[in-house]
């Protein structure tokens, strides 16, 4: 069956902590992951995904598919990154159809 | 530009009742997605249009459930009679094409049945 897994429904760390959101997967295949994230009172909007390897804000997520992970992480902290984060993933192939975790809400004190 | 813009953004209904939700998607997107977001929990796709095309609605609950996308742009969901299971948040999105992986989404219509 191909689902999303975030463990965490909440995490709250002090600004300048390093930040590590999780995001395991079950899909037979390859697929494609990303993560999508809405700020208070903003649309959900896709922050990164696996095969652009790129850092967003300073995040950053490597696809480990021996764990089947797709761990968000940032160094340090930012109390704009507070918001609710969604990891997702589509097939290969893309059929549009995402797939997405629970959420986790991450709240950066100051 | 505006964006994805949904209708109405908040609906109060009693159960039983039918409801209807808008979307206009991004313009010259062809592609465009309903989801339903239950609380706590990450948005599930209900359907996806190809233009008019529906090419996936096998999430969608037919028995009350019905969608229609005119003309390929405007999109309306409807549910019919609304059961106090179906509250919830129903997000609209839309891609420029299938197999392009960005989705941008509306900011939901967020239904109430009582």
């Known amino acids: 069956a191909q689902r999303v897994t975030q463990p965490e429904k909440l995490l709250s760390v002090f600004k300048g902590a390093p930040v590590e959101l999780k995001c395991n997967y079950s899909?037979?295949?390859?697929?494609?992951l990303f993560w999508y994230v809405q700020y208070s009172r903003q649309r959900l909007q896709l922050l990164l995904r696996?095969?652009s390897r790129e850092s967003i804000k300073g995040f950053t997520a490597d696809l480990n598919k021996g764990e089947t992970s797709f761990h968000l992480k940032k160094p340090f902290a930012q109390e704009e990154d507070s918001a609710m984060y969604y990891c997702a993933l589509s097939g290969r192939g893309n059929t549009g159809k995402l797939i997405f975790g629970q959420g986790t809400t991450l709240q950066v004190k100051p | 530009e505006a964006g994805v813009v949904q209708s109405p953004r908040y609906k109060i209904i009693e159960k039983k009742q039918p409801v209807a939700f808008w979307c206009n998607p991004i313009s010259g997107h062809n592609t465009l997605y309903w989801y339903r977001q239950n609380l706590g929990q990450g948005p599930e796709l209900l359907i996806r249009?190809?233009?008019?095309?529906?090419?996936?609605d096998s999430q969608l609950p037919k028995d009350r459930f019905s969608a229609e996308r005119l003309k390929g742009v405007d999109s309306t969901l409807k549910i019919q009679p609304a059961e106090l299971g179906d509250s919830a948040v129903y997000l609209c999105?839309?891609?420029?094409?299938?197999?392009?992986?960005?989705?941008?989404f509306g900011p939901g219509t967020r239904l109430t049945v009582t």
């Open positions: 999105a839309s891609s420029s094409r299938t197999g392009e992986y960005e989705q941008y």
């Open positions: 249009y190809e233009n008019e095309e529906a090419v996936d």
């Open positions: 696996h095969i």
């Open positions: 899909y037979s295949g390859s697929p494609e």
